[in-house]
């Protein structure tokens, strides 16, 4: 993924404490990988599923998988087409909890 440093260079000229990208797995997640050591924000974090449900083009799924906390799963079960994009996420997770704070 190529990213034009111009559009992390205005964000990081802002000095956010905390950063929300939505552009899709694994789009948002490897922006914020590659931007970090410029827009330095405290917190990153990709929301573009969170999105699409606060504004009504996606449902919430059923009330016992918000209960358990996999609505996650649910959507994965309605789209299989973004199992093959979202099994980098547990890596990408453990690579940020690796990183020095």
Do not use: Y
């Amino acid at each position: 993924m190529q990213i034009d440093v111009r559009l992390p260079r205005e964000v990081a000229a802002t000095e956010p404490d905390i950063l929300l990208v939505a552009m899709g797995i694994p789009r948002q997640e490897k922006f914020i990988k590659k931007t970090q050591d410029i827009i330095k924000a405290s917190v990153a974090m990709g929301v573009g599923g969170s999105l699409d449900v606060f504004s009504g083009k996606a449902k919430r799924a059923p009330k016992i998988f918000q209960k358990i906390k996999l609505e996650w799963l649910w959507r994965l079960l309605l789209n299989p087409s973004k199992i093959s994009k979202a099994k980098f996420l547990p890596k990408f997770v453990m690579l940020v909890l690796k990183e020095k704070k």
